[in-house]
């Protein structure tokens, strides 16, 4: 071949490749070029894993050492720095919520096993010194009646001269002291003393007995009586703010509260059943009277049983009676009365609990009232011959849902009879007493109470009306009582 | 006047036809897992009656008579202890009459007496909820606990019936070999280092004996139902810590618990709490078994 063509050919051969092979190394150094790029990508990756991973790790290690620091604390308890950290209601994490608690000086410690001699209660009596409580009742109290016309308090041809327990405005019912402490193996000890404007009451103050065999208890001193349903409750136990109008009648707001033995027996039967004796000393000032005899002058006595129907349903039902001498100056203006008195009372209470947050309850009463004796006219000295035969009736239900209650109640006088003969005539003093009331309760827990009331009150038997509205708070400190049923 | 003889006949009366049944040991147990530890021991030597209802909420059980008619018939009255029957068990006690479960007598079973307790307060007030002065009283799902109530109630049953002393000491050398066996299985169970939200204090002794941790709580304090804007707060925080699921009971509202979840994503688990709540539910250890099965 011609050196010329071999060269020609060598040189398109030559540029040929040259070409190719600056576009493949182009292409390869893109190629590198996106490795590379991807490379760096990954390592970045990498890096933010690696960077994760080491906040996972710090976080780690400060917990540990949070454990660690706890404990020791466990271990050797000391006093927890105040205010840690003070972000009230501010939700957070266990570690955030413990500080939280730190910060209210809660410890968080594993004693030892505890020996009988370190368990203290201090919810329930030390050694020195006696459970106390404190509760706080307190109301507004409206009415479209005047001052004055509140004041009469009576319910004619029943009350007279009683003064209403509420003035309009605000009230201060009571701030009540308890005192409970076992005495000794034998005894516990009571004490209810409502302190009021007027000054200190001694309203109870009994022993309860702990050792008697075969279901006998013995109680003695001042207490409120056995006798019917809602008498032994305080009146921030209540369901409403007041007592019902056979109690109001009968007994005052203040129920049958008074000195004397009370003798209970509990027998050992299928079915709950009490039995109580009481002697008392009757200074009850509408039923009996403190001059009305010269020594004890009043007995009660009373039988209860109950029944459970399946788990959720109760009944409680009983009888009771008190019977004594009577001198008061409670029934009519200007008079005194003296003989004797007995009252009659049927309970019953039906409640329903399905749970902690439901509950149904319907109580009611019956009350009966036989009174006879001379009523002395205080101004003439006149003496006229007295028998009474009045009863009562009071039915209430309450529904509870979560912490809120709502009430009902309709309570009555003269429902069967009306008897008041003088000196053999009967006297008619009109229309039946009664009332119907509703209520409305807010329990933010089971130691405060806010409660609205209202009062369809027609029980001055003068067809004046009495809208009653209440406004209620109950408040309690301290040790708090176990609930009766 | 007439009406007094009447009672006092019907008292002569009620007191001759009330005798008393000697047959067997009568225990009145507050909650139902208590009855359940009793009748492990006692087996057909004791009578038990629990009046908890195990749907119940412990905190808020109403006396009724008929409990007090049971803590009479008692032998032993054994109780939870740490003020978890602050509400309703001293009016049972006292009314009940019977002075065998007195405070201070051998009668008055305090089981609390037994364990270690944990969140014992230095200083504690109503402001804080329902803080226990004596420490956390929810301790029946921790079997180390456990071991040693039951251990209690052996001795407070060979003593007071000691002829049958050797039975309760057999009985209880099983209970422990069984609880010992369970305790293999339930350890198999990988627990350790979940993280939980639960709605009370409830599970704080099992936590502690099982590695898993309670990092938060629906009620603000104990005791307090959340109010709404507190339950906003708790999705956040929730979202936040991504538990592995909440804890509730069956006797708290379910409302806040499935509104949680729901925003969450995160599961929420009724846990059993006492003996006989479910079906499976029959003793303490199936009690144990479903709950840390549920936790799972």
Known sequence: MKPTIVFVMLLMFSSGAFAQTLEDRIRILEETLERQEEMIKEVKNLQETLKKQEKTIGEQRKLIEELKAEIRQQKAPEKIQEGAKQEKEEVSTSKDY?????????????????????????????????????????????TNLSKSELNEGSIPGYLFGVEREFQKGFNLREAELTFFAPV??????????????????????YFVTTSLPAGFQLKGGKFKSGFGRLNAFHPHAWDFVDAPLPYRAFLGEEGLDEKGVQLTYLPSLPVYTILGLEALQGEN?????????????????????????????????????????????????????????????????????PSNQKSFTVQTEYLFRHQAGDLLSLSTLAVDSLRRNQ???????????????????????????????????????GSRPYRLTSALEFNPTEFSRIRLQYNYDQSGRNDKLNNEILLQIILAIGAHGAHPF | ?????????????????????????????????????????????????????PNQDPHFVAAKPSMILDVRKADILMYNGMDLEIGYLPVLVESSKNPKIQPGNPGNFDCSKFIDPIEVPTSVDRSMGDVHPQGNPHYQLSPKNILRVAEGIEGILSKADPENAGFYKKNFSSFRERLEEKQREWSAIPLRGKTFVAYHKFFEYLALESGFEIVGYIEPKPGIPPSASYVEKLVDMIKRVEPHAILSLSYYPQKEVKFLSEKTRVKSIIVPHDVGETEKVKDWFSLMDEVLKSLE
Request: charged share 20%; hydrophobic share 40%.
């Open chain 1, 98 to 142: 413990q500080l939280d608690d730190r910060s209210r000086a809660i410890e968080l410690k594993t004693a030892s096993p505890l020996s009988p001699l370190q368990i203290t209660k201090q919810t329930t009596p030390g050694l020195l010194n006696p459970a106390i409580g404190l509760s706080l009742d307190a109301n507004y109290y409206t």
């Open chain 1, 184 to 205: 000794d193996p034998y005894f516990n000890v009571y004490a209810t003393i409502p302190i009021t404007e007027d000054g200190v009451e001694l309203e109870e103050a």
């Open chain 1, 285 to 353: 000032s509408i039923l009996y009277g403190p001059n009305a005899g010269s020594g004890i002058h009043a007995f009660t006595g009373f039988a209860k049983a109950s029944l459970d129907f399946g788990s959720d349903h109760t009944l409680l039902f009983g009888g009771s009676v008190t019977g004594g001498k009577t001198e008061t100056d409670t029934i009519a203006p200007e008079t005194r009365f003296s003989g004797t008195s007995i009252l009659y009372d049927g309970e019953l209470t039906y409640k329903w609990k």
């Open chain 1, 391 to 429: 009863d009562g009736w009071y039915i209430q239900s309450l529904y509870q849902l979560g912490r809120w209650r709502i009430g009902a109640r309709y309570d009555i006088l003269s429902i069967f009879t009306d008897k008041y003969d003088l000196s053999g005539s009967k006297i008619d003093f």
């Open chain 2, 1 to 53: 006047m007439k009406m007094l003889k009447k009672i006092c006949l019907w008292f002569l009366c009620v007191f001759f036809f009330a005798t008393p049944a000697f047959a067997k040991f009568n225990i009145a147990a507050t909650l139902p897992w208590i009855g359940s530890i009793a009748n492990e021991i006692g087996q057909d030597k004791v009578r038990v009656t629990s009046f908890v209802k």
